[in-house]
């Protein structure tokens, strides 16, 4: 067993796991795996996504690595168009709002958000299981937020923006 995972984490794995069989699935093509007619006009009429799933399981999750470059080449004029009109320009805009990983707190405001979180988030954690399996009526939302707001969260906030205010 560990051997066929740590073949399908090697390069000829993960390619034959994404591309299928060189010359029959796909050929190489300025140093790219491009997939065949048998994948992209398949001879059963099937689509190029349900194609590539009759001999991989690229399309599906597992112990090994999706080639994104790869079986984007299966994407449709109407998905490369979302993804050029919505979902990119979407990465682009969130990426100003992503929290750097090297964020560094005082020891005072370390503390105070510690303290303040430990609460918060026993909280939150504990009330969204009750909102979800029905425990909590959602008519109580606004008292839940209340309370989130009454613990603290504030003066969190305020901490992560003067950090990142520098």
């Known amino acids: 067993m560990v051997a066929l995972l740590d073949y399908m984490?090697?390069?000829?794995?993960?390619?034959?796991?994404n591309m299928g069989i060189e010359g029959t699935h796909y050929t190489m093509q300025d140093g790219k795996p491009i997939f065949t007619d048998y994948v992209m006009n398949?001879?059963?009429?099937?689509?190029?996504?349900?194609?590539i799933?009759?001999?991989?399981?690229?399309?599906?999750?597992?112990?090994?690595?999706?080639?994104?470059d790869e079986v984007t080449q299966l994407d449709d004029e109407s998905v490369n168009r979302a993804k050029q009109d919505c979902i990119i320009p979407f990465l682009e805009e969130s990426k100003k709002y992503v929290i750097p990983g090297s964020t560094s707190f005082s020891s005072e405001d370390d503390a105070v958000r510690r303290a303040v979180m430990a609460d918060v988030d026993t909280y939150v954690d504990e009330m969204i299981i009750k909102f979800?399996?029905?425990?909590?009526?959602?008519?109580?939302?606004?008292?839940y937020v209340e309370k989130v707001n009454g613990m603290g969260i504030a003066e969190v906030v305020d901490i992560y923006q003067k950090t990142l205010n520098g």
């Open 9 to 17: 984490y090697s390069d000829e794995g993960t390619r034959l796991i």
């Open 42 to 51: 398949n001879p059963d009429g099937l689509s190029p996504k349900n194609a």
């Open 53 to 68: 799933g009759t001999f991989t399981f690229a399309q599906s999750s597992g112990p090994f690595i999706l080639s994104q």
């Open 132 to 143: 979800v399996s029905g425990r909590e009526p959602l008519s109580n939302w606004d008292t």
